[in-house]
């Protein structure tokens, strides 16, 4: 057993968490520590090197920190939502909104029908999924999560928003963030997870797992926000069952970090259910963003459209891996994927694998994966219109991945990501002021 998991475990085994909570993940304790830490040879982590996480001793958890000063990290301005926000793994009730917990349980607080509903389905979507080590270490290590069940043809009216927080600490630390959605028959509701940092120089390692249940004609808006600093470690994962005509509408932004990696898992169960999935990726400096997608069609009359767009600068590093796989029970499947890129300087990178696996024969599928720098005659048409080439390299740049993010259907949200992507790109204020 590697000193990474051994330490890990013993930050697991010292988690104060509830009995029922400690049986329940029992299977995922001796899973990890039975696991081995993939190297340049595992396939699935053939171009991520997890060396920054292993060699970083962050077998710890954070001190209690306070609250003051980051409401501006917390808050998503213009949004109406229910918010529940945890600084550093720990809920924080001055930064959350007062009434979140009437929306949601925290693991700790379930009473003994939430507890049989958690244990129902915690780990249930994983146990079918393509699911990793770092998996296994949250359910290890998760001493509390958060419970998100909508009851039967209810629909939430305003969304729910659960924000993760980091601060510095004296040593590193890990937190592991784990949230489970079940939405029964007919049930509607919007969900945004946000992961963001103070502005100071990180030393954190987050591993956060999501869980999603969709029974038939429930329907979900997702967004999940990975807005850390570059130099926090984050991976994520989310796993999700859909059931007849089920909707799962998704959008991921990643603006990476010094290790990034997530795993989306989407699951056609039954019959007639849909899945959008949207994504943007846009690294810079040193940072690796990786993304694994897999959609499992495992029904007849199910249909998915996955839309990719990642953007590298400097000598940034991302990983598109992104498999569709119609099994051989799934006719008049209707599957679609796209990944485009865009590479900055000549020092980025980007590796992308679109993967379509059919064995059903009445299907229409399409993937497709492309690689490309600015394109000259743009940046001259722009130049002969009086604008400089800095300016109009943020512009096309910003372009190249606007179409997604204004096709998402919360006002809100989107006019609070358009300023943090232009400043991404534009670095300087008179170079992105035209895009804000």
């Known amino acids: 057993m590697s000193d990474f998991i051994q330490q890990h475990l013993s930050l697991a085994d010292s988690a104060n968490k509830p009995d029922w909570l400690q049986h329940a993940t029992g299977e995922s304790r001796q899973l990890f520590a039975e696991a081995s830490i993939p190297t340049r040879k595992t396939e699935l982590w053939k171009y991520t090197p997890v060396r920054a996480l292993t060699e970083g001793n962050y077998a710890a958890s954070a001190d209690t920190h306070s609250a003051a000063g980051l409401d501006e990290y917390a808050t998503i301005p213009a949004l109406n939502s229910h918010r529940l926000v945890f600084v550093n793994g720990r809920l924080s ?9 009437q929306q949601v349980t925290l693991f700790s607080q379930a009473d003994d029908s939430q507890q049989a509903l958690i244990r129902q389905h915690l780990d249930s979507v994983m146990r079918g999924s393509q699911r990793h080590w770092l998996n296994e270490l949250n359910s290890a290590s998760a001493s509390d999560g958060v419970l998100l069940h909508v009851s039967a043809n209810q629909q939430l009216q305003q969304p729910i928003q659960v924000t993760w927080l980091t601060t510095p600490q004296a040593t590193p630390f890990s937190v592991n963030a784990r949230l489970l959605v079940v939405l029964e028959r007919g049930a509607e509701a919007t969900l ?34 990975q807005l850390m600093q570059e ?7 989310v796993h999700a069952d859909l059931s007849r005509d089920a909707r799962y509408h998704s959008f991921h ?4 970090s010094r290790l990034n990696r997530n795993d989306l898992v989407v699951n056609h169960n039954e019959g007639g259910s849909h899945c959008e999935m949207h994504g943007v990726y846009v690294p810079q400096h040193q940072q690796l963003v990786d993304f694994h997608t897999c959609i499992e069609h495992a029904a007849a009359h199910c249909t998915s459209n996955e839309v990719f767009r990642g953007i590298m600068n400097d ?12 099994h051989r029970d799934a006719q008049k499947t209707l599957a679609e994927l796209s990944n485009k890129n865009l590479l900055l300087t000549n020092t980025a990178e980007i590796n992308t694998k679109p993967e379509l ?7 229409k599928c399409a993937h497709g994966a492309t690689v490309a720098q600015l394109e000259e005659k743009a940046l001259f048409y722009l130049q002969s219109r009086g604008i400089s080439r800095d300016e109009a390299e943020v512009m096309l740049s910003f372009g190249f991945i606007n179409e997604l993010l204004e096709s998402q259907p919360d006002d809100a949200l989107v006019q609070y990501l358009r300023p943090v992507l232009a400043r991404r790109f534009g670095r300087d204020y008179q170079l992105s002021r035209h895009l804000i």
């Open 357 to 363: 696996e059919i064995y059903a024969d009445d299907v």
């Open 315 to 326: 000598k940034a590093k991302a990983v598109f891996n992104g498999r569709i796989h119609i």
């Open 192 to 225: 945004i997870e946000h992961y963001d940092s103070a502005s100071d120089t990180q030393n954190s390692f987050t591993n956060a797992v999501t869980e999603i249940h969709l029974a038939a004609n429930a329907q979900l808006q997702h967004y999940r926000l």
């Open 253 to 256: 932004l990643s603006l990476g």
């Open 231 to 237: 130099d926090a470690l984050h991976i994520g994962a």
């Open 93 to 101: 009730p001055e930064l959350s909104s007062h009434d979140a917990l």
